[in-house]
């Protein structure tokens, strides 16, 4: 998935924004090939010209539903 999110966790730090990717988990960078790593920054169309904007990759591990529920028709 993806979201936004800032640049760090550090509550002291500025509140610049960075692009998330979430991901189940972290591949080391020299074992994904160039087409499967995400870029440092992206570049973002906006009035005032193109803005790099930084990326923050985020392992959240495996989603799973803790209990299902059928839902019936109203």
């Known amino acids: ?11 002291e730090s ?5 692009v998330a990717v979430y991901v189940t988990r972290k591949v080391p960078r020299d074992e994904l090939k160039a ?3 995400i870029p440092p920054t992206l570049e973002i169309p906006s ?3 193109a803005q790099n904007v930084p990326t923050r990759v985020i392992a959240t591990g495996e989603f799973a539903l803790e209990e299902q ?4 028709p109203a």
């Open 47 to 49: 009035r005032d010209g």
């Open 69 to 72: 529920f059928d839902i019936e």
């Open 35 to 37: 087409g499967e790593r």
């Open 1 to 11: 998935g993806i979201g936004v999110v800032p640049v760090t966790d550090d509550p």
């Open 14 to 18: 500025p509140a610049d924004l960075a």
